[in-house]
């Protein structure tokens, strides 16, 4: 396994441990008392959070070949979707209460969307780029081994 594929598995196993310790501490919290005054379900909230803004990601699935322009439509569409259920679920759970953490938090939902876009980018390129350098090696090689033919 190459080191691109390594950290591809390490940053895989880190989302999925962190999806299931936020499930597993809202768990936890339902069976023992909180600390005085804090909801135990507001542990729930990463989970929750995560759970519902993978769903948008449906919008960019397609079984065909997407040109650049779609599924630049399709991000745009995904990251208003993302957008609406973040400040519906903040609005649900009553973390609307000032303009300034309404504000904090489209702008976080916009950075972190940018970030994870950026980091699959550059995954996804490194992958292409090591495809294209052992294609290139397979042709090197092939090239090699055919016998020059004189005419």
Known sequence: ???RNTVKKYIYDFLMIQAGITLS????????P???GMDPDILFMPFVYAFFCTLPSLVVYSRKELSIKQMAVRKVIQFLLIELTVILISYVIGALQTP???????IAVAVVYLLVNYFSYLISKSDADA???KIQHIKKQKKERTPYVSA
Not at 100 to 106: E, F, G
């Open 1 to 3: 396994m190459g080191f």
């Open 25 to 32: 501490i809202g768990v936890i919290s339902r069976i023992s």
């Open 34 to 36: 909180p600390p005085a």
């Open 100 to 106: 300034l953490i309404r504000t904090a938090i489209i």
């Open 131 to 133: 495809m294209t350098q």
